[in-house]
């Protein structure tokens, strides 16, 4: 009996993957993963820009090479951890928690049916501008929190420089 259960728990789950990739769930996943791309490729040159004003070092300066090196990194290491398979695979196994394998097929029958297909066609229209929209306003709040986050930091590094001065400057005073 344990062998007829896994299989149909395979049959399930390979109708849920059908079903999320027929609605376009494997599209939705990848545009994420590339607007997660894009955003680090927006985010880090900023970040970069930032810390270097005040600096005046040229392009092949060591240190400017290190921090481009370090931008790469940040490419490479903000690259989204998951596939979009992995994640429909994912996404059908907490779905299919929730439903039966005779409610998927219904779901299956009804968008291979004209007004599933209709159903799918306008999500698919509608899904693009979407959540092109929030992705904006959140690169936005995150581009604005960055900045003034930075510009903290660069007040508090000023303080800490101009102590060291005044410091060094004290230092040389002959004592009282």
Request: charged share 30%; proline share 5%.
């Given at each position: ?59 092949d ?24 398979d ?81 410091r ?9």
């Amino acid at each position: 009996m344990p062998h007829r259960a896994v299989a149909d728990d395979a049959s399930k789950h390979a109708k849920l993957v059908e079903l999320m990739k027929l609605e376009g769930l494997d599209e939705v996943l990848e545009r994420q993963r590339g607007a997660c791309r894009k955003q680090a490729q927006e985010v880090g040159p900023q970040m970069l820009d930032q810390m270097m004003k005040g600096l005046s070092l040229s392009r092949d300066d060591p240190h400017v090479q290190r921090m481009n090196a370090a931008y790469l990194r940040f490419l490479e290491a903000s690259e989204p951890s998951w596939t979009a398979d992995e994640a429909v695979d994912l996404y059908a196994k907490l779905y299919g928690a929730h439903v039966t394998e005779g409610d998927v097929d219904e779901l299956l029958q009804f968008f291979k049916a004209p007004l599933g297909q209709k159903a799918i066609a306008a999500s698919r229209a509608a899904i693009p501008e979407w959540t092109e929209t929030l992705q904006k306003k959140n690169q936005e709040v995150l581009l604005k929190n960055i900045r003034a986050y930075s510009e903290e930091l660069n007040a508090i590094l000023r303080d800490v420089e101009k102590g060291s001065s005044e410091r060094s400057e004290h230092a040389e005073d002959p004592p009282l």
